[in-house]
């Protein structure tokens, strides 16, 4: 996981929290009527949950200073030119692919073998049959 998005929904979850406990710090001290009965309230809900809104804009605000990592460019199978090779396909041993003899995943092993009987899957890169 990105770390801007760890970033973002830490500071959303770490806000959320404490709009919670401001609302029953709140609660709490409207039911008081002497102000030595409602610094419990205070200390316990209100000052921590003040404290978490700011956190979380904090981090909010980190996340949106994080630099994307850059993507990699689309792999575009037209830019590759396709195998040519009509020659008879060929397998790795005990490998559950088909290719063509000159598929760059197996060009120049030499414990290719050919294909003969056996019931292969055929290789996405060189496609050596049609599906």
Known sequence: MPTSRVLLWGGLVAAAAGAVL???GWYGVSG??????????L????????????????????A???????????????DVPA???????????????AH???????AGRAEAEPVGDAELDP?????PWPR
């Open 22 to 24: 401001c609302v029953l």
């Open 32 to 41: 008081e009527r002497f102000a030595e009965r409602q610094l419990p309230y």
């Open 43 to 62: 200390a316990s809900c209100t000052v921590p949950g003040a404290a978490l809104i700011v956190a979380g804009a904090v981090l909010v605000t980190a």
């Open 64 to 78: 949106g200073r994080v630099p994307a990592r850059p993507r990699p460019a689309p792999y575009a199978p037209e």
């Open 83 to 97: 195998p040519s090779s009509d020659a008879p396909p060929v397998r790795v041993p005990d490998g559950t692919l």
């Open 100 to 106: 063509r003899p000159d598929c760059p995943l197996v």
């Open 123 to 127: 290789c996405p890169v060189c496609e």
